[in-house]
């Protein structure tokens, strides 16, 4: 067994300057066990993953979700969310990902880079996008209700999101511009990437010194979303609608992805707009609106059953207290046993 950086047996020293003075943390951001490399961003990111999937599973049921049928969806929207980052990352970055034809191994060389998501390169926003396009589907034809998925969904990619960006830390990555802040950081590689980008940063309006440290933004983020993780877990219960909680997780996690990507130096751009910085003040400025006026919605309406919550309800109630679904909810389930059933009947009148 051997700790590697990029490969190598040399650690990235990492410096905390206002923290630790000139002492720095050696950094690695893989492990080889005889012939196979586990790197700690992908083993990081699985953790939260599996973390997000246990706390789903126990409280499923307390919104009215079947763990039984919600698997078929987490498994879909996990490897919808996989393919959806790495898509949207490439996309932003076509220009570093360019596919090379002047001969097959430089195109197989350009092409392989593609897929080879634990080297890092991977969006957010396009993880969420591709889970909730596939898992959404999944729990459609399940049918399962989705509101009611979503919000405990939500509370679980703030919990993997908080963990998983721990390996921007091992990667040394995800960082934004100087401070002088006591927990700033800075390394030969931070300097190095600093460097070669001062030009282009300062092109849409950040000025860098590379042997400045700078802002430790994926600690920012996983703080952010580890708080939150415990705050919307707390106002399950108190949730208005079924949704509410979705919604409130993208207004959260957009509010704090809007002010740290402002200090990222390694944001996805169109022109001078950072997409995620775009697409983060959209989502806050949507979500809150709905949530606003979901709830005015629910305050005029003199109707108990008005989105009522799906717990509420009777197949709700049966799922929540694991009790067998009713016959008219077994048919929908699995309309074969209602030909069955058919069938069993035509005999019996036959004879």
Not at 122 to 132: C, H, K, N, T, V
Not at 226 to 237: E, H, Q, R
Request: glycine share 12%; net charge negative.
């Amino acid at each position: 067994m051997e700790l590697l950086y990029q490969g190598t047996s040399e650690p990235n020293l990492l410096y905390f300057p206002g923290l630790f003075g000139d002492n720095p943390i050696p950094i690695y951001n893989m492990i080889q066990i005889g012939p196979v490399r586990i790197t700690f961003y992908g083993l990081l990111i699985a953790t939260g993953m599996l973390l997000a999937m246990i706390y789903a599973f126990k409280v499923f049921r307390k919104v009215g979700v079947d763990p039984d049928k919600a698997i078929d969806a987490i498994i879909g929207g996990i490897i919808g969310g996989i393919v959806g980052a790495r898509i949207y990352f490439v996309a932003f970055n076509w220009g570093s990902y360019g596919l090379d034809f002047s001969s097959w191994d430089s195109f197989w060389a350009t092409f392989s880079r593609l897929f080879k998501t634990w080297e890092g390169g991977m969006a957010i926003y396009g993880g969420l996008i591709g889970a909730l396009l596939i898992g959404g589907l999944i729990a459609k034809w399940r049918k399962i209700p989705l509101p009611a998925l979503l919000d405990v969904v939500g509370i679980g990619f703030l919990l993997g999101q908080g963990i998983g960006r721990w390996g921007n830390f091992f990667n040394v990555e995800a960082f934004g511009d100087n401070t002088t802040l006591p927990w700033g950081m800075t390394s030969e590689s931070i300097s190095r990437y600093l460097a070669i980008h001062q030009s282009s940063l300062e092109k849409i309006g950040v000025a860098i010194d590379p042997q400045v440290p700078v802002h430790p933004t994926f600690f920012y983020e996983s703080v952010w979303c580890l708080i939150g993780f415990i705050l919307l877990a707390l106002y399950l219960k108190h949730r208005k609608f079924d949704g509410e909680v979705f919604l409130i997780y993208l207004a959260y996690y957009g509010a704090e992805r809007f002010l740290v990507e402002g200090l990222r130096t390694d944001s996805l751009m169109i022109g001078s707009l950072r997409v995620s910085q775009l697409l983060a003040g959209v989502l806050v400025l949507a979500s809150v609106l709905a949530i606003l006026i979901i709830r005015s919605k629910i305050k005029g309406n003199h109707d108990e059953n008005y989105l009522k919550l799906f717990v509420l309800t009777e197949e709700g109630q049966r799922i929540a207290q694991k009790l067998p679904l009713l016959k008219e909810e077994a048919v929908q389930e699995n309309p074969d046993e209602k030909t069955a059933a058919e069938e069993e009947e035509k005999d019996g009148s036959d004879h």
